[in-house]
Every structure is written in C-alpha cells, then in structure tokens.
C-alpha cells in the first residue's frame, strides 16, 4: 500500500474510533445554564443561558427552548475556548523518549499529532494555529472534515526560512508564497532570525521581508514572523501581520509594533521552561546541546521581562500563544500562570488575549473568540473563577467546539 494511501487509512481509522464517543446533538437545540459567564471581550454576565443551534450561539437569556439538551454549569466560570496562536503538534517524543526525527514514518508522526491535538482540545484550546509542518494539511482536514476531535487548526505548512540576505531574490520568495498559498497554507510562516540558541541573528533582509509579507497580504494571507531583536522592527516595517517571540527588542520596537498594529506574540515561561523540564528528551538532537540549554537558562527571566514591558506599552496588541512542543501539549493553559503569577498581567487581560483578541488576529473575530449570537459554539467551563485563582484555567471541565460536546465532567450530565 502506498505510503499516502496509508498515512489516509491511519487517519480514517483514528476518526471513526474517536468520534464515536463525543456527543452530537444534531438538529437539536443545546441550552447551556451558566451562573458566571466571560463573554471573551473582557465583560462579564451573570445568571443567564446561553442557546446553541447548529453549531452556532443562537442567543442568550430568555426562556430554554422545548426539546433542548441541557447542561447546567451554574457554579462554574463559562469563556469562549481559547486560541493559541504559536503551537507545534507534529513535536513529540518517540518511543525511547527522545525527540522525533525526520526520519520517523509520517504514520507514526500524524498519530502523534493528532494525539497531541486531543490534548490541547481536552485542555480548553478550540483553535490553534501551527507554525508549522507540511502535515499539519491532513491533520486539519481530518479534523474539519472527517471529525477527528482537535482544535480548529490553521496551518503555515512548511516555514519559508532564510539562511543570510543571499538566500532567495524577492522574486523566488513571492513565488514560495505563492505556492503555499497554492498548497492550502492559511498563514505565512518566516523564520526571519535564527534561533536564540543559534544567536537570533537576522535571517532576511528588509527588502526579503517586504517581498513575502507584500506578496502575502496580496494573497489574502496573514503573515507570522519569527523574530528577535532589530528583525521585530523589520517584520513591523515590512507589513508582516504578527511577530513572534521578539526577546532583545527595545521599548521603542514595542512602541513601533504598537503604531504599526503589528500583533505581538511573547512567550512568558512556557516554552524554555518545557525545554529545562524534559532536558533529557531534548538533549542531543538537533541544536540541542548543553550550551544552548544554558542559553535558554538565561533566556528565561528575559523573556519574562520583555512580556512585562509588553504589557506596559501602550495600545500594543499582545496576544497568547505557548509555541508549544513536545511536552507541552495539553498544558498550553500553564502559560496563563507565567502570565499572571510571574509578569503581573491582569488576568481579564490575559484571558480576553486568548478569546477575542487571538480570534483577531487570525483574522477570525466574525467566527470566534466571544459568547455572542452567530458566533462559533466553542464554549469551555472551568472550576473555579480565573480572575480570583488564575490556576482555574487548569481544571477544565467542560469543552464545546463548534456545537459538539467533547468534554463533560460536570456533576449534572446533560440531559
């Protein structure tokens, strides 16, 4: 059998075990009872009802509809799901717990995937965006189309990367954006500087960047850039859509993005501190050595630093996104702690960067991100209330995506 046709049976078979256990109501209306609601753009509503109806919030308040499936998650705090804006579900240990390689068959790679993409599902994360792989194509489609349970996905494919400012003419790099484009990328991927453990020097020159940035917002395609230091401003200059990271920008880069209204994308502790963590998986594959282990180390209270002055910039547009790998998967929440525990955001703030804010910078604000009629029924249910103890993003109890009930720990099952 050829190694396509099996990599589409592996996923077909994974759809038909797993969606058979989630619940579909079909044409039947959903009523959720809700006692304290976050509606995702930074109000709060008390007491009311909130009505789904093909897969969409039909409204809220009034009086529960005849027939309806009801769940009561009075005592609990109801949000929008959330967004992550930087992940990675293609990363994961293999069998002798080391990173996987390359050389692993993709087989094994998608199942791990869409393992990883349960988790963070499970977790609360109804959308994620992957920055990226060139499988995360059939993962998404499996999810959209098939019903694998996972997060609405959107996907860069393969990363348009530069190794100096002779790589690539302005010309051959519209053209790799125009192939993705072709390929069913939803976003632009750059790696425009080069790994903090390889130095973060910059990768691309103005005029490459203005290149692909230009050619992608022709397209109609955002554009996400890895960046550190004077390579923020450049990606800001150049038009890209959001910068990634950012650690060694000064406050006047933040300043410029903010002007700009350039999404920003820090990490607070997540991501190195996954890396620290699970050392020993890590160590040894590529440009994982114990000197870029020390690198990170010192990396750590940096980026907490460029977050806290992050936030303090005026009008700077600072979204959530874990850039999460492997180990992290399904504590992407865990980000919210560094967030507000260690950097001192607000922790409305931090949450409304995961609902309305993410969903606009993806360019989804008319889908997700907000309880409001006609919007996407992606709804999650903590407990406890996040804005007292933010540890209650760690217990969720309850996830819908798109109507569909995935998770359900609540005391009272619906009925």
Not at 159 to 168: D, N
Not at 183 to 206: E, H, L, M, N, Y
Not at 256 to 269: I, K, N, V, W
Not at 315 to 335: I, P, Q, S, Y
């Amino acid at each position: 059998m050829p190694s396509r046709q099996r990599f589409a049976t592996v996923l077909t078979l994974l759809v038909l075990f797993l969606a058979s256990g989630f619940v579909d109501a079909q044409d039947r209306p959903i009523v959720l009872k809700a006692s304290t609601v976050l509606d995702g753009k930074g109000k709060i509503l008390h007491n009311t009802i909130i009505v789904v109806k093909g897969g969409k919030i039909a409204r809220l308040g009034g009086a529960a509809p005849q027939g309806a499936i009801t769940y009561d998650l009075t005592g609990m705090t109801v949000t929008p799901g959330w967004i992550d804006a930087h992940v990675h579900p293609t990363w994961h240990f293999d069998v002798n717990g080391h990173l996987a390689g390359e050389n692993e068959p993709k087989e094994q790679t998608i199942l791990a995937a869409a393992a990883n993409s349960w988790k963070m599902l499970a977790a609360g994360f109804t959308t994620v965006q992957s920055l990226g792989s060139p499988l995360d194509k059939d993962l998404r489609d499996a999810i959209d189309r098939l019903g694998l349970p996972g997060p609405r996905i959107l996907t860069s494919l393969e990363p348009i990367s530069g190794k100096g400012e002779a790589t690539g003419t302005p010309e051959e790099l519209r053209a790799m954006v125009q192939q993705r484009t072709k390929d069913g990328a939803d976003v632009i991927k750059i790696f425009a500087s080069g790994s903090i453990r390889q130095g973060g020097k910059p990768t691309f020159s103005q005029d490459q960047l203005n290149a692909i940035c230009g050619e992608a917002k022709k397209l109609g395609l955002r554009a996400v850039v890895h960046a550190y230091g004077p390579t923020v401003r450049m990606a800001s200059l150049a038009g890209c859509t959001e910068v990634e990271h950012g650690l060694y920008a000064s406050d006047d880069d933040l300043r410029f993005l903010a002007e700009q209204g350039t999404y920003f994308d820090p990490q607070a502790g997540l991501i190195i501190q996954n890396y620290l963590d699970n050392k020993a998986h890590y160590l040894g594959a590529p440009f994982f050595t114990e000197e870029s282990f020390t690198i990170m180390e010192k990396a750590l209270p940096e980026d907490q630093e460029l977050f806290r002055r992050a936030i303090a910039t005026p009008g700077l547009k600072v979204v959530f996104g874990t850039d999460a790998v492997a180990g992290a998967h399904g504590r992407n929440a865990e980000e919210f702690l560094y967030r507000v525990q260690t950097c001192g955001q607000d922790p409305m703030a931090a949450l409304v960067s995961a609902n309305s804010l993410g969903a606009e910078a993806l360019g989804l604000q008319n889908r997700i991100g907000s309880i409001a009629p006609g919007l996407e029924a992606d709804i999650i249910a903590l407990d406890g209330d996040p804005l007292k103890d933010i540890t209650a993003v760690r217990r969720v109890v309850f996830v819908m995506k798109g109507g569909k009930v995935f998770v359900n720990q609540t005391a009272t099952r619906g009925r």
